[in-house]
């Protein structure tokens, strides 16, 4: 091979929450069709969706709370702001990767999944997506009452025709992640190839996602973008009154305190509760019953110990320790938007070969070029009101060249933590923490 090419490698996955009129429900395995934009040719691996493997399930989850909180703990420590991640979309992003990795290279990228093979990891991330997918469709409330919610994911690869890519790599991606091959041109239309991109992922995320791709991200010598989009649309179980939303005192880290729109919810606005040592927390139903955000409250005092055990993985220890409970909720409304690199943590995991120029092997994507990932971009976007949860995540892997009810007390006047996940696996979709309602 006498030079190098560039190879950018996209991931992007972006997450959608929202109350409201909802859309259907989905489920439908996606080959990356569909793409708008100049010069589009869909050439996907023609195989079938594979099977899954539930055993695989319980390990994948467990690896998005590790290696989430541990990434959560690097981007934390180079900001004092509110911070958001979005776990799922990070694994699916780096599984993607991986499938692409050979060698040491791939065994790095690996323990982003606590070492398990790349095969292990394929099959228990298809079966837990096709759970996650089950959840959406018309789902009856605790009023009796009906209502849509809509929870999907896509994935799908935009690579330079003319240049021949790995068909194990293909057949893989296809099988298990549902992602089909628009031929585009970034060579001599970068601009076209990079509006079919956008087009695709605004598509899938209802236009949450306007612009993955903003202009300077890719150039003449990209040769390939993998996306993956996850969109989810849900109202609260039991929405908070609007009419109660009252101005109140919000204590910040450095104790002082700012006014912030306070919303107060009734007995069902939230459905358990637990208490630990220097923390409370509360569970949000969102309708149906199937999904939640869960509000993590540390005491005064105790923000940097609560934030270690999360950083350690300890999400899920919060989620398993709540009990069905009343609570009278206290809950700011928020909004803010978060981007980071995530490669000074996935550095600091032993993921370190990938992004060497020269000996980072990602033959399994093509032999015709020499690549290595030079940047692991995260942006997330949250709002939570009194009627439900919007939010959009997006994860860009860039490869260049070369008990009885008694209603607990639960005031959220100072920072917090929440997730976002599935009541069942307590699959982490987001994590993040809040320390001024304000943005």
């Not at 958001?84 to 699916?92: G, K, L, R």
């Not at 973008?225 to 908070?240: D, G, I, Q, R, S």
């Not at 995530?342 to 093509?366: I, N, Q, R, W």
């Not at 005031?411 to 320390?435: K, Q, S, Y």
């Amino acid at each position: 091979m006498d030079r190098r090419d560039v190879l950018k490698l996209l991931s992007l996955s972006a997450l959608a929450v929202t109350a409201g009129p909802l859309l259907a429900g989905c489920g439908e395995d996606r080959a990356g069709g569909g793409a708008s934009g100049r010069g589009v040719e869909l050439v996907a691996a023609d195989v079938p969706r594979a099977a899954g493997d539930e055993a695989a399930v319980p390990g994948v989850v467990a690896a998005m709370h590790a290696t989430g909180g541990r990434l959560f703990g690097s981007l934390g420590a180079q900001t004092q702001d509110n911070l958001a991640i979005s776990p799922y979309s990070i694994a699916v992003a780096l599984a993607l990767t991986a499938n692409g990795a050979a060698g040491e290279t791939r065994k790095q990228l690996e323990l982003v999944f606590g070492g398990a093979g790349i095969e292990e990891v394929n099959a228990g991330l298809n079966a837990l997506t096709v759970h996650v997918e089950s959840l959406a469709g018309e789902v009856r409330k605790s009023d009796g009452t009906r209502t849509e919610l809509e929870l999907d994911s896509a994935n799908a690869l935009f690579g330079q025709r003319r240049v021949e890519w790995q068909q194990p790599f293909l057949e893989t991606l296809a099988a298990s992640y549902g992602a089909g091959m628009n031929a585009v041109d970034w060579a001599e239309d970068t601009e076209g190839a990079r509006a079919a991109v956008n087009a695709w992922t605004a598509e899938r995320t209802r236009d949450k996602v306007g612009e993955i791709l903003p202009a300077g991200a890719v150039d003449r010598d990209t040769r390939l973008v993998l996306v993956n989009t996850l969109y989810l649309k849900a109202p609260w179980e039991e929405p908070f009154e609007k009419s109660l939303t009252q101005e109140g005192a919000f204590t910040l880290l450095d104790g002082s305190t700012v006014d912030v729109p306070l919303m107060r919810g009734d007995e069902g606005t939230a459905d358990a509760f637990a208490r630990g040592d220097g923390w409370t927390a509360a569970r949000l139903p969102y309708a149906g019953g199937r999904m939640a955000m869960t509000v993590v409250l540390p005491e005064a005092g105790a923000w940097a110990d609560v934030e270690a055990a999360v950083v350690a993985g300890g999400a899920a220890d919060y989620l398993d320790a709540l009990q069905p409970s009343g609570v009278q909720l206290t809950l700011p409304r928020w909004t803010f938007r978060f981007h980071g690199s995530l490669v000074d943590g996935l550095e600091a995991m032993g993921v370190e070969l990938p992004f060497s120029a020269g000996s980072a092997d990602l033959s399994a994507m093509t032999e015709e070029v020499e690549l290595y990932l030079s940047g692991v971009e995260h942006e997330v976007f949250i709002a939570v009101d009194e009627e439900g949860t919007e939010a959009a995540a997006a994860t860009a892997v860039v490869a260049s060249l070369t008990s009885a009810p008694v209603l607990e007390p639960f005031v959220v006047d100072r920072p917090f933590l929440f997730v976002i996940h599935d009541v069942e696996r307590g699959t982490p979709l987001f994590l993040g923490r809040v320390l001024d309602p304000r943005g």
